[in-house]
């Protein structure tokens, strides 16, 4: 079987090897002629709207996928016209929205911030009387890693964040004071099948992900079963395939949503070695039209993101249960140049290697 992959980043690299282990043979899409995923599998460098080299892309796929959600969505609905596209078009559509995705959560009674669609400086002011101040200005569409965000305190920040933002269509986000980030990975087969990962705790920094703690620590089972319940109706409401993570604000032991990403997702990396089945596999085996792998996982697992420059590897794979993936990306501020998980009986052991392992990071 030939799985077409629209992207190939480091998701994609990691989406290869999985690919390998089942025995499918991935094609990626790309106009990086260096793109990661490119190192280990088939890759036709073309721009995203090149229709000529998304015929020759698609030509012999059994079914097609992408890693990450700001491609350009009418270059998803021209490969999925000869091609079968999962997750389907609607979700990616959905989740490059703000509004729509908003709007579909509030629809599935899944818990969100207030919030405000804005066009222009004068929708802004008017926001903050269903809002409230301090408030987050975010893009509609194209934001992540904290681009395309600017915080509003009070009136005298309007200005300053809508030129910040280029004047962009946005929404106006009651900015919510959560004791912590979480996520939940979720998969969903071609016959409805679901599948959970723990929730997982993210620790963010100018807007970037720097380590994920698995499963969150001191997060009580109907915590879960709150987060499952959510992503089973928003699974079956999109006719999902594939692997699907959630982002939550955790306020007073319930969750509100933050967003969706219909893709394998950084905060689900810790899999590759502390879960039976990586999130990688699981989204193969989904769109493959496979059996889903177990989810589970024994001890706990730490993921540290290796951001902007090269760590000293030899000191980092001297450490004992520390597992160093790199991406083979050129060095650059704020680009993810690799992960590193780290496994141990308890959270305690992950906690320590965490540190050490940041620690070596930042000599």
Known sequence: MIVGVMGAGQLGLMLAHAGTRLGLKCRFLSPDVEAPAGRIAELVVAD?????????????????????????LRSVRTVSETVIMRPPVGALETAQDRVAEKECFAKLGIPIPAFVPVGSMRDVRSAREHVGFPAMLKTRSLGYDGKGQSVIRNDDDIARAWVALNGAPAIVESLVRFARELSLISVRSIDGETAFYPLVENHHSDGILRFSLAPAPGSPGALQTQAEGFAHRLLDELQYVGVMAIEFFEMDGSLLANEMAPRVH???????????????????????????????MSGAVGMV????R???LGRLREMADVHVHMYGKTPAPRRKLGHITVTADDMDGVRSRVAQVRLALSA
């Open 48 to 72: 995203y709207e090149n229709d000529a080299a998304l015929a020759h892309f698609a030509e012999g796929l059994d079914v097609a996928t992408y890693e990450f959600e700001s491609i350009p």
């Open 266 to 296: 950084n905060s689900g990396h810790w899999s590759i070695e502390g879960a039976d089945t990586s999130q990688f596999e699981n989204h193969l085996r989904a769109v493959a039209g496979m059996k889903l792998g177990s989810t589970e």
């Open 310 to 312: 090269e760590p000293d």
């Open 305 to 308: 993101n290796v951001i902007g």
